[in-house]
Each structure stands twice: as C-alpha cells, then as structure tokens.
C-alpha cells in the first residue's frame, strides 16, 4: 500500500503504457516474416546473455556488450535499411484504418486469363497491382494511359515489338490501366542476382512497396507473384487466383 500511495497511476500513465504497447505491436507486425524479426530474435538473446553476464559477474563479457548494445541503433539502420524505408514508407492513417476492399472478381479473371495466355504463347511480362502505396516516381517514368482493363489491351502491350511491350503495366486499385512502359528498380540482394531482369525487378519494386506484382516469363512459360520481397513457385491457374484473392485485400 505504501507504494502504491508513493507512486499513483494516473490516467496519463495508462495511456503511456498503451501508446508504448501499441508502437511495439505495430512494430511487430511490420518486421514479421522479414529478416528483421530474425535479427530481433538474435539481439533479445544476446540481452538475455547480458543479463546473465552482468548477474554472475562475468565483467569483460558485460563490458563488450555494453559498447555493443551503444551502437545498437546505427548497426540496425544499417543492416536493415531496405527493411525500414519500406516499412516506413507503409506508415499512414489510411493503412491504420482503411477498411477492407479488393479489386473485382472480373479483374481479378482478366488477370489470371492473360497470365496463363502470355504463359501459354511464352510472351514474358510485368504487371504491377498498386495498393496503398503510390507510384507516381514510376508513372513518370513510363507512358500513362488511364484504360479500361482488358485481356485483349494487356495481350496487345506485351506483345513482343510493339511500342509498349518492354517495362511494367501499372493496374490501380479500381482496375485501371494507369501506365504502362515503367522500369522498376532491380532488386539488390546478391542471392538473387542469378535471376531473370523480370523476377529481378518484380523482386525490387516488391522490397520498397506494398504492390503485388505478377510475372510472366517468356523462357519457361511460367507465371510467379512478388510480394514483400518475396517470390513463389511457378502457379498454376488455380493458384494464382487464390492468392489474388487473399492478398489484394
């Protein structure tokens, strides 16, 4: 009692301990499934060794991870720079509180349609499916059309030697064609430098947004999606509408 009387908890406190608690959750939440929540994992292990270090008396072992544990932050920042500039650029109210929504089931068809015919006539292609994250710096880049979405206008672009067919297709969250012609940034993990330019720069714009990104290749016939810097196996027809499906939520 006497320490409660010492140290009241007043209103302000519980809403600092819930901002806090909040902040870390959110944090959380950004850096699961990434290399960042291994990295995590590893520090809060060397913590608890500091603890143990520091409770017996191991004095060499505490002070060499003190010095390690004052240039925490800057290791961070370096090691996981992609990781926080696209977990940073996801920061926004309208990730917080937008409600659910995803593109129509008839986009989602044309999609899945032209993937398995470019696939089927082995024409290789890049369609980028915009979320909450704008692309304007890539719009800049290509050729913009504000079009009505089409199998037969996707068929068209890709078609090899026509005017448009080299670069990415921008689809919007209402399923408009915005632009077409975009380059993407290569993605610049070194595991994946033996990569086609295609899963490449699928892989790069997936690392630094929150788009989707559906990849065609012309050499195997296949179809794959990026997402989070992450790339999947060949799909077939039935998978790939699942997993627009799911995602594009």
Partial sequence: MLGIAQFPITVKDILDIVVVTGCFYYLLRLVKDTRAMAAINGFFLLFLIYAVAKFIGLFTLSWLLENFFGSLFLVIVILFSADIRHALAGISLRSLFRKKEKLSDNTIQILVDTCELLAKK?????????????????????????????KELLHTIFFPNTALHDGA?????????????CVLP????????????RHRAALGLSEVSDSVVLVVSEERGEFTVAQNGRLSNPLNRERLERILNNVLI
């Fill in 122 to 150: 082995r024409i290789g292609a890049i369609i980028v499916l915009e979320r909450d994250m704008k692309l304007g710096d890539l719009l800049s880049r290509g050729v913009r059309l504000d079009a009505l979405l089409s």
């Fill in 169 to 181: 297709v921008i689809i919007n969250k209402q399923g408009r064609i915005i632009a077409a012609s």
């Fill in 186 to 197: 290569l993605t610049q993990n070194q595991e994946r430098q033996h990569f086609g330019t």
